[in-house]
């Protein structure tokens, strides 16, 4: 009971320490430093110190008797009303908080991913946005890494009634792609098979994702309006330029 309720004094800011002698001297009552000591536990030199902690945090008062200074333990109530008065001074602070809070949204925040799982949480993030999305990939590669988890990903999105635009490279499974365009609510357009790279970018609400699929499987994150709407910009530039 007693461990208890030191882990509760604790929570509201005491040192352990400080939690055992100001329980300490709730069962002594008003007492001299030499007892304190004893019923604690602690060397008397360092009861000295933490009583004069409590003393500033107004849990513990003194006072002399024939000569020697007594301590006693303030009402628990006390505790109960500290406590509200931080919660009320936290309450006070929170719109500035909130504030601090939300300015560093403005900035870019970037996380990274390592190999296929890593890719399936962004992907998880892509339907859970539930709007459109832009792709400029590399189908083949697309997938060849995630065969086991795309073609679902694809069943999911349709039934979440999420478009897509996709830019890819010239290869069967892109013409396989865009034949099945219209019953899996995607347009593709096609560029030459020349432009040699292995990965694929995927623009959707206010984030940018970015997968490699060449060697290591790494994918990244970009959440942030102004690239998002950046990237959207040039992708319907070329877009535009590609024949239907």
Avoid: C
Avoid at 85 to 92: K, N, Q, W
């Amino acid at each position: 009971m007693i461990q208890d309720l030191q882990n509760i004094l604790k929570t509201f800011g005491l040192s352990p320490k400080e939690a055992q002698v100001y329980l300490g001297l709730l069962e002594l009552g008003s007492s001299a430093v030499q007892k304190i000591a004893r019923k604690s536990e602690l060397p008397r030199a360092s009861v000295y110190d933490i009583l004069d902690e409590l003393a500033k945090k107004g849990l513990v008062s003194t006072f002399a008797q024939k000569g020697v200074k007594h301590y006693t333990a303030e009402n628990p109530e006390k505790l109960f009303k500290l406590a509200q008065d931080r919660a009320r001074l936290l309450e006070s602070a929170l719109p500035q908080l909130q504030a601090l809070y939300q300015s560093p949204q403005d900035r870019p925040m970037v996380r990274l991913f390592y190999g296929k799982e890593g890719m399936k949480v962004i992907l998880e993030e892509v339907l859970e946005s539930k709007s459109e999305f832009l792709t400029f990939s590399s189908a083949e590669d697309l997938f060849i890494v995630l065969d086991d988890y795309f073609p679902e990903f694809v069943k999911r999105r349709v039934a979440l009634k999420i478009p897509a635009r996709v830019i890819t490279r010239d290869s069967a499974k892109a013409r396989e792609r865009k034949q099945l365009g219209s019953k899996e609510l995607r347009q593709v357009r096609l560029i030459s098979a020349a432009y040699d790279f292995h990965g694929m970018k995927m623009i959707f609400g206010n984030k940018v994702a970015l997968f490699t699929f060449y060697k290591d499987l790494i994918a990244v994150l970009i959440e942030s309006e102004e690239l998002a709407k950046i990237e959207r910009a040039q992708f319907e530039l070329v877009w535009k330029t590609l024949s239907k």
